[in-house]
């Protein structure tokens, strides 16, 4: 099946109590119950919740509620395949649902490639435990042992008489046996997997090719407004006075309201600005240009994103404060001869997701209802519980936040602002309102990823390898949101590429620069690692290109002898780890060098990016570790009359267990063209505090025209699972750049490629 549902907890049970003799799986633990008592009990497991709830109808029909928030990523699809697998249900009979933010099923975060690879145990649990009730009712009915009888097939088998019977047979009985302890039930091995590592059918695709979904600018409530804003252009300015007679004047304007001001730290709350509220949407957006408004800009109304690039580039060529030492590569002298050194930079960038932001909120009395596009549905609870003067702990039963699909997010859409806007016009207008963001809106003021620049610095060895590093980053750091007074890139920051190198150089500084802050940065795709793998491994060309060397040949040089390699016992004591658990009992995600190499390979095979090639022709390859998973590119260039034309793109990637196939093969695709349109053309550029670009035009994403045929390789591997999201992303920058150094000559260090060559 393929409709989406949205349900909370209440209305799921609901749901699966119309018919008798189903049973439902609660959150943590899971927890079977009959659907006559419409309730769920939660019961832990080691302290965390498996975010899921599974029914089991009379008719076997399967549905599977989905805590993690899909955006076009196949969550929807991923999240219920891993327990139908272990369920051994049969595809053709789950549908998902999309839950709405509710404590109980744990942390709802979908961002930071997570949801598999933090989550992948538990939610195998789910379905085995419900395997193993309905086994257990099977045998009971049979009168044989648990042993004798095994789940196939949506069907519960006797392996000695052949008899079988449904899972919509079994439900109620299997209702009211006592669950078993999730860590004694039995995971399937994968040799015995039919669905996880398979393409199956995406749940929900119907609906959204014919148009059925809802996202979050589709809702409709009777009695609603519409709510266009014009908010501060520079990030901590103010409205010092407004005219909205003009904008009262145009049909069917209904009222013109001044958002709060909000102070430092700005985290992710609303900007401000003036709303203008219409029965449409058309009207709203006139009456908004014939406002008349005077700013007070505030300290920021100096920035200037060219000025701020030389400050950054400045102070990443002094010695500044070391987050991972290794050796003492002060002490030495490096030898001019054999030295190369280079300043990267690559400046602010924005989402650009297809779906802007939107949301609807119906404060009344006694309950405010809300209807949002949102990667962080809990957070977005709180923060609308503490605008609204609640508890977030004793008063979650008076907000219902419903969470719809999104059209693309990359991050932008963990942050709730827009969704803060809809509640306060709400509670000021007492109506239904749906903020609506333009183009314009969303790129204007936007949560950016960080201008940056990186300098390197390397000495070769007389076998090509490097004993000398030296390494600094200066961006401002995201922590900013939330600590106005945070000048350095926090711990998590430097883990994403930077202080993680896993070179086998006897001596290494890692150095962090302090800066100021002056817009809204934020998470975008792959975050710091955008910055620090351009640099990287167009560094690593670099040293190839001076010591003659095939790059790959340079990486190998560069990585040494295959080990695990684990940052935090190797001079970064603050390495994150991603997030994952890494101790003496647990090494899955240590990073392997010999992964590395692998996937190194891989992608250099499959694309031929040793081949001889015409003049004006060039490959560039480039390898990268982020969010437990490793990524490599190959890019195939020409470059004739000063014009830059992609021909070809590879990428290989190894996240680990595969749960489903095309959609790892469609978020590679989507991080080509994404490095693709950061890498070439587009750029986020700052005048006098306020945001230059405004929509496509100025920030493109590349088109169907420049985008050449694409290759993705995915690894076969039985590792624990790493992230997919974003790990394609990374190396597809200095693959880009150093194909037009192998085609050109023209090295690229400061990003994007136009502003030297034409693209």
Not at 41 to 62: N, R, T
Not at 80 to 103: M, R, S
Not at 111 to 123: D, L, Y
């Amino acid at each position: 099946m393929s409709t989406i549902k949205l349900l909370n907890r209440r209305e799921f049970l609901a749901l699966t109590g119309r018919t008798g003799g189903a049973f439902a799986l609660a959150v943590s633990a899971p927890v079977l119950v009959a659907s006559s008592t419409v309730e769920a009990k939660a019961l832990e497991q080691d302290g965390k919740q498996l975010g899921v709830f599974v029914s089991i109808a009379p008719d076997g029909s399967v549905e599977i509620i989905c805590h993690r928030m899909e955006m076009g990523q196949g969550i929807l699809t991923s999240t219920p395949q891993i327990i139908a697998e272990e369920l051994c249900a049969d595809w053709g009979k789950v549908t998902a649902v999309l839950g709405n933010a509710d404590p109980a099923y744990g942390n709802q975060g979908t961002g930071g490639s997570a949801s598999i690879r933090t989550h992948i145990e538990h939610t195998q649990r789910m379905g085995a435990v419900a395997r193993d009730m309905l086994e257990q009712a099977a045998a009971k009915r049979w009168g044989v042992s648990k042993a004798e009888v095994k789940a196939k097939a949506h069907h519960v088998v006797n392996m000695k008489s052949g008899d079988q019977i449904g899972f919509g047979d079994l439900a109620q009985s299997a209702a009211a046996l006592p669950v078993p302890d999730p860590k004694t039930v039995s995971l399937k091995p994968k040799s015995e997997y039919t669905i996880v590592g398979k393409d199956v059918s995406l749940q929900g695709l119907e609906d959204i090719v014919r148009a059925k979904a809802v996202y979050a600018h589709d809702i409709q409530l009777p009695g609603m407004l519409i709510a266009s804003i014009e908010r501060p252009p520079v990030v901590g300015g103010k409205v010092k006075s407004f005219d909205a007679a003009q904008a009262k004047k145009v049909a069917g304007v209904v009222d013109v309201v001044r958002l709060k001001d909000r102070s430092y730290p700005v985290q992710v709350f609303p900007k401000s600005g003036v709303a203008v509220l219409a029965t449409n949407t058309w009207a709203a957006m006139e009456g908004r240009k014939k406002l008349q408004i005077e700013w007070d800009h505030g300290d920021n109304a100096t920035h200037d994103s060219e000025a701020y690039k030389k400050e950054l580039v400045a102070k990443v060529n002094t010695k500044a404060k070391q987050v991972r030492v290794v050796g003492d590569v002060y002490a030495h002298e490096f030898d001019p001869a054999k030295t190369v050194e280079a300043t990267y930079t690559v400046p602010y960038h924005h989402h650009m997701s297809m779906e802007t932001p939107a949301a609807t909120a119906h404060v009344r009395a006694d309950k405010t209802t809300v209807w949002t596009g949102t990667q962080s549905p809990q957070w977005g609870k709180t923060l609308v519980l503490q605008e609204l003067g609640m508890d977030p702990t004793n008063d979650q039963d008076k907000v219902d936040f419903n969470t719809t699909l999104m059209g693309g997010a990359f991050g932008r859409k963990s942050k709730n602002d827009y969704t803060l806007e809809a509640v306060e016009l709400s509670k000021a207008t007492g109506k239904p309102v749906k903020v609506v963001w333009s183009r314009e809106d969303d790129v204007k003021n936007g949560f950016y990823h960080s201008i940056a620049a990186n300098y390197m610095k390397a000495e070769l060895t007389d076998d090509n390898r490097s004993d000398h590093w030296i390494q600094r980053v200066s961006a401002p750091p995201i922590a900013w949101i939330f600590d106005h007074n945070a000048t350095y890139l926090r711990d998590m920051a430097l883990s994403l590429g930077f202080a993680d190198v896993p070179f086998a150089a006897k001596n290494m500084s890692f150095e962090n620069q302090e800066v100021t802050t002056h817009v809204r940065t934020g998470w975008v795709r792959s975050v710091g690692n955008i910055n620090n793998h351009f640099a990287l491994g167009s560094f690593v060309d670099e040293l190839a290109d001076k010591a003659g060397i095939p790059t790959h040949t340079m990486w190998n040089n560069l990585f040494g002898d295959d080990r695990l390699f684990n940052p935090r016992e190797e001079g970064f004591e603050g390495y994150s780890h991603y997030g994952q658990t890494v101790d003496k009992d647990n090494q899955d995600y240590v990073l392997d060098i010999a992964r590395f190499k692998a996937v190194l390979n891989r992608v250099v095979t499959e694309a031929n990016a040793d081949e001889s090639l015409p003049e004006g022709q060039g490959w560039g390859i480039s390898v990268s570790y982020s969010f437990n998973s490793y990524a490599a590119a190959a890019t195939k260039v020409q470059v004739k009359d000063g014009v830059v034309t992609p021909l070809e793109m590879h990428t290989a990637i190894d996240c680990g267990l595969v749960v489903t196939p095309d959609r790892v093969k469609s978020q590679m695709e989507g991080a080509m063209i994404m490095g693709l349109s950061m890498t070439l053309e587009s750029e986020i550029t700052v005048k006098d505090g306020k945001i230059v670009q405004s929509n496509f035009y100025d920030y493109p994403v590349s088109r169907m025209d420049k985008v050449p045929p694409m290759f993705v390789h995915i690894m076969e591997s039985d590792n624990a699972p790493g992230g997919v999201g974003e790990p394609g992303l990374p190396p597809i920058l200095p693959s880009i750049t150093n194909a037009i150094f192998r085609a050109s000559g023209t090295r690229v260090r400061d990003l994007p490629v136009n502003k030297v060559l034409k693209v």
